[in-house]
């Protein structure tokens, strides 16, 4: 009798997570996302984890950590471990470049926006990967992107074919005021999250080529993908804290955890509105079909 070897992937349990930046309340477009990620992973008798992106303080707004959590709660959107924070985990992010400043592959770069755009350069064409200007205060650093063609499967959008680096250009690792910048911080924390899925919004789905590169040079596994429609409003514009999206309501969730299945695709039938949250999430979870989730980038 042989005995196989499991392969590694069999090792990982499912696990997924939801991901907000504290920029604002949840509004409705970022709901969806988190219906989705916890359905999706439910559905698979997984883990479902909530990470905190703060990393740009600039941006965030005060109390919106504590009404997104709220706003998950009443929305039945139960989360398993602790919350990981972004903004505690410089140090890790501090090791992530330290791998790729041995490996050769980040620079300095002294140009600001201004100059780029003056440049003319849609992405940033690795003007100081042969040096970079001396006698700035602040430098970012970025990554050199090779010019390939990167593919994979979106689990919802389907094949994915992008050119690195006319999509990116050399990214931002770490930015000029020494934040670090979403990508590598994306990529490390999933890593350490062990996370097989990364269900997100389509907005995420050009950056999906530059994480891809990061594990690449950072020998991680990548999870799967799959990028859920946007929500939009009349202008057609993505609905975004920063935009001012309207909150959504903590007082009636049931009705607009309804329209959040069926804006998935998910076909609820008529009087489950009447049920409560986790009645209706777990009719959500036994029912869930990622195939019907709508393969559109926006709703
Ligand atoms: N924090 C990001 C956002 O709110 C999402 C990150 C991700 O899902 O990878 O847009
Ligand atoms: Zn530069």
């Known amino acids: 009798m042989t005995i196989q070897e499991p392969s590694s992937i069999s090792l990982l349990s499912p696990t997924g997570r939801f ?12 709901l969806l996302t988190a219906v989705a990620s916890y359905l999706n992973i439910r559905a698979n008798n997984g883990t479902w984890l909530v990470r905190i992106d703060d990393l740009d303080p600039p941006r965030q707004m005060p109390g919106a950590v504590s ?26 992010y501090d090791e992530a470049l330290a791998k790729l400043q041995e490996k050769g592959l980040v620079y300095f770069c002294s140009c600001s926006r ?21 006698g700035r205060k602040q430098y970012a650093m970025r990554i050199k ?36 910048a979403y990508h590598l911080a994306a990529v490390i924390d999933d890593a350490a999250q062990r996370i097989t899925e990364s269900i997100r919004g389509a907005d995420l789905l050009p950056s999906t080529s530059a994480q891809r590169y990061l594990q690449q ?17 009349e202008k057609g514009e ?18 607009t955890l309804c329209k959040v299945l069926q804006d998935l695709g998910q076909a609820p039938p008529e009087d489950l509105e009447a049920s409560s949250v986790s009645d209706i999430l777990r009719w959500g979870q036994k029912n869930w079909s990622l195939d019907n989730v709508p393969a559109r980038h926006t709703l």
């Open 114 to 134: 201004k100059d780029i755009l003056e440049r003319g350069e849609r992405v940033y064409s690795g003007h100081c990967r042969k040096g970079h200007l001396a």
């Open 238 to 255: 993505k609905l975004s804290k920063q935009a001012g999206a309207t909150p959504i309501s903590t007082v009636d969730p049931a009705t």
């Open 19 to 30: 991901a907000p930046s504290p920029t604002g309340p949840l509004h409705y477009g970022s």
């Open 67 to 92: 009404e997104i959590l709220h706003a998950l709660e009443v929305y039945g959107l139960h989360w398993d471990q602790d919350i990981v924070y972004q903004s505690k985990r410089q140090h890790i």
């Open 217 to 233: 040079v950072l020998d991680i596994e990548p999870p799967e993908y799959g990028h859920i429609p946007v929500a939009v409003n």
């Open 145 to 180: 992107v090779p010019q390939t063609t990167l593919s994979w499967n979106d689990l919802i959008q389907g094949p994915q074919i992008t050119e690195l680096f006319q999509a990116n250009g050399d990214f931002v690792v770490r930015r000029a005021d020494g934040l670090y």
